[in-house]
Protein backbone atom coordinates (compact mmCIF):
# COMPACT_ATOMS: atom_id res chain seq x y z
CA UNK A 1 0.00 0.00 0.00
CA UNK A 2 1.43 3.25 -1.16
CA UNK A 3 1.82 5.80 1.93
CA UNK A 4 1.28 9.53 1.34
CA UNK A 5 3.50 12.09 2.12
CA UNK A 6 2.95 15.45 3.06
CA UNK A 7 4.65 18.33 4.42
CA UNK A 8 5.35 18.55 8.62
CA UNK A 9 3.36 21.03 10.08
CA UNK A 10 3.60 21.86 14.06
CA UNK A 11 0.74 19.82 15.97
CA UNK A 12 -0.32 22.83 17.68
CA UNK A 13 -1.39 24.79 14.27
CA UNK A 14 -2.94 21.54 12.69
CA UNK A 15 -5.75 21.32 15.74
CA UNK A 16 -8.39 23.45 16.38
CA UNK A 17 -8.63 22.96 20.39
CA UNK A 18 -6.90 26.15 22.19
CA UNK A 19 -3.59 25.16 22.91
CA UNK A 20 -2.75 27.97 25.61
CA UNK A 21 0.85 29.36 26.41
CA UNK A 22 2.32 28.10 29.97
CA UNK A 23 2.73 30.00 32.62
CA UNK A 24 5.92 31.20 33.74
CA UNK A 25 6.11 28.28 36.31
CA UNK A 26 5.11 25.73 34.48
CA UNK A 27 7.53 27.00 31.48
CA UNK A 28 10.49 26.71 34.40
CA UNK A 29 9.28 23.51 35.83
CA UNK A 30 9.18 21.55 31.77
CA UNK A 31 13.04 23.34 31.10
CA UNK A 32 14.34 21.49 34.32
CA UNK A 33 12.55 17.79 33.09
CA UNK A 34 13.59 18.33 29.79
CA UNK A 35 17.50 19.08 30.90
CA UNK A 36 17.05 16.12 33.22
CA UNK A 37 15.72 14.21 29.95
CA UNK A 38 18.65 15.40 28.27
CA UNK A 39 21.04 14.32 30.68
CA UNK A 40 19.51 10.92 31.16
CA UNK A 41 19.22 10.35 27.29
CA UNK A 42 22.79 11.37 26.97
CA UNK A 43 24.40 9.41 29.58
CA UNK A 44 22.86 6.37 27.66
CA UNK A 45 23.87 7.17 24.37
CA UNK A 46 20.43 7.47 23.68
CA UNK A 47 18.70 10.45 21.25
CA UNK A 48 17.35 13.26 23.42
CA UNK A 49 14.42 14.50 21.46
CA UNK A 50 13.04 16.33 24.85
CA UNK A 51 14.10 20.01 23.70
CA UNK A 52 12.62 19.10 20.07
CA UNK A 53 10.01 21.99 20.22
CA UNK A 54 6.78 22.08 19.04
CA UNK A 55 5.82 18.10 17.95
CA UNK A 56 5.18 18.24 14.56
CA UNK A 57 3.54 15.58 12.16
CA UNK A 58 5.68 13.50 10.55
CA UNK A 59 5.46 13.19 6.42
CA UNK A 60 4.26 9.78 5.85
CA UNK A 61 0.94 10.14 7.29
CA UNK A 62 0.76 6.30 8.95
CA UNK A 63 3.94 7.26 10.97
CA UNK A 64 3.13 7.46 14.47
CA UNK A 65 2.99 11.17 15.66
CA UNK A 66 5.41 12.10 18.32
CA UNK A 67 3.00 13.19 21.43
CA UNK A 68 3.14 12.41 24.89
CA UNK A 69 1.21 9.17 25.60
CA UNK A 70 -2.46 8.98 26.08
CA UNK A 71 -4.14 6.45 27.99
CA UNK A 72 -7.51 4.56 27.20
CA UNK A 73 -9.76 2.84 30.00
CA UNK A 74 -13.23 1.36 30.27
CA UNK A 75 -14.72 -1.24 28.62
CA UNK A 76 -16.00 -1.78 24.79
CA UNK A 77 -16.40 -4.63 22.41
CA UNK A 78 -12.95 -3.62 21.00
CA UNK A 79 -11.52 -2.74 24.33
CA UNK A 80 -9.25 -6.19 26.04
CA UNK A 81 -10.62 -7.41 28.96
CA UNK A 82 -10.82 -5.14 31.88
CA UNK A 83 -8.56 -6.28 33.91
CA UNK A 84 -5.25 -5.48 31.31
CA UNK A 85 -5.96 -2.13 33.22
CA UNK A 86 -5.62 1.28 30.73
CA UNK A 87 -4.23 0.75 27.37
CA UNK A 88 -1.49 2.86 25.92
CA UNK A 89 -2.78 4.91 22.54
CA UNK A 90 -1.07 5.33 19.32
CA UNK A 91 -1.83 8.07 16.83
CA UNK A 92 -1.16 8.63 13.24
CA UNK A 93 -2.16 11.28 11.20
CA UNK A 94 -5.13 8.79 10.13
CA UNK A 95 -6.37 7.67 13.52
CA UNK A 96 -5.74 6.26 16.82
CA UNK A 97 -4.92 2.08 17.83
CA UNK A 98 -4.04 0.45 20.94
CA UNK A 99 -1.65 -2.69 20.95
CA UNK A 100 -2.80 -4.31 24.08
CA UNK A 101 0.33 -6.85 25.03
CA UNK A 102 -0.21 -10.41 23.50
CA UNK A 103 -2.74 -9.22 21.11
CA UNK A 104 -3.11 -7.84 18.19
CA UNK A 105 -3.67 -4.06 17.11
CA UNK A 106 -6.63 -2.63 17.30
CA UNK A 107 -8.01 0.63 15.30
CA UNK A 108 -9.48 2.93 17.88
CA UNK A 109 -13.08 3.48 16.23
CA UNK A 110 -12.99 7.05 17.00
CA UNK A 111 -15.78 8.45 14.98
CA UNK A 112 -18.10 6.26 17.14
CA UNK A 113 -16.99 8.12 20.46
CA UNK A 114 -18.46 11.28 20.89
CA UNK A 115 -16.89 13.22 23.66
CA UNK A 116 -18.97 13.80 27.05
CA UNK A 117 -17.14 15.73 29.03
CA UNK A 118 -13.26 17.19 30.32
CA UNK A 119 -11.50 17.41 33.24
CA UNK A 120 -8.24 19.37 33.41
CA UNK A 121 -6.58 17.87 36.24
CA UNK A 122 -3.90 20.97 35.95
CA UNK A 123 -3.96 23.65 39.09
CA UNK A 124 -2.36 26.14 36.36
CA UNK A 125 -4.43 29.57 35.41
CA UNK A 126 -3.84 28.21 32.19
CA UNK A 127 -5.28 24.64 32.09
CA UNK A 128 -4.93 23.94 28.33
CA UNK A 129 -1.53 24.45 28.02
CA UNK A 130 0.34 21.41 25.72
CA UNK A 131 1.55 19.57 28.60
CA UNK A 132 -1.50 20.39 31.10
CA UNK A 133 -3.08 16.64 32.06
CA UNK A 134 -6.49 16.11 31.91
CA UNK A 135 -9.19 13.50 31.60
CA UNK A 136 -11.64 13.01 28.69
CA UNK A 137 -14.85 11.10 29.17
CA UNK A 138 -16.42 9.45 25.56
CA UNK A 139 -18.86 7.26 25.21
CA UNK A 140 -20.35 5.17 21.81
CA UNK A 141 -23.67 4.98 23.30
CA UNK A 142 -23.49 1.80 25.13
CA UNK A 143 -19.46 1.65 26.59
CA UNK A 144 -18.20 4.42 28.79
CA UNK A 145 -14.28 5.38 28.43
CA UNK A 146 -12.00 7.46 29.87
CA UNK A 147 -8.89 8.70 27.96
CA UNK A 148 -5.91 10.42 30.29
CA UNK A 149 -3.01 12.50 28.97
CA UNK A 150 -1.72 16.42 28.50
CA UNK A 151 -3.60 18.70 26.74
CA UNK A 152 -2.04 18.56 22.97
CA UNK A 153 -2.23 14.97 22.82
CA UNK A 154 -6.01 15.11 23.87
CA UNK A 155 -6.61 17.83 21.01
CA UNK A 156 -4.83 15.84 18.28
CA UNK A 157 -6.77 12.74 19.37
CA UNK A 158 -10.30 15.45 19.21
CA UNK A 159 -8.92 16.51 15.84
CA UNK A 160 -9.21 13.08 14.43
CA UNK A 161 -11.96 12.07 16.01
CA UNK A 162 -14.17 15.89 14.77
CA UNK A 163 -14.81 16.68 18.84
CA UNK A 164 -15.77 19.48 20.04
CA UNK A 165 -12.96 21.70 22.77
CA UNK A 166 -14.12 20.64 26.03
Known amino acids: MHNALVAAK ?20 NLVVDLINVALSAANHMPADALQGSPRTPQDLDEQVALEPVFIAGTALWMPA ?23 TRAIPLQE ?4 HGTTRSRSRRPKHARAAWALAVSDGKHDLSVTGPWLSLAWMGHLAGWPEP
Do not use: K, Y
Not at 13 to 28: A, G, N
Not at 82 to 104: K, N, S, Y
Not at 113 to 116: A, E, I, K, P
Open 10 to 29: RVSDVVTWQIQPPTMVVRSM
Open 82 to 104: AWTGEQLVTMTQRGATIDPTGMA
Open 113 to 116: LRLV
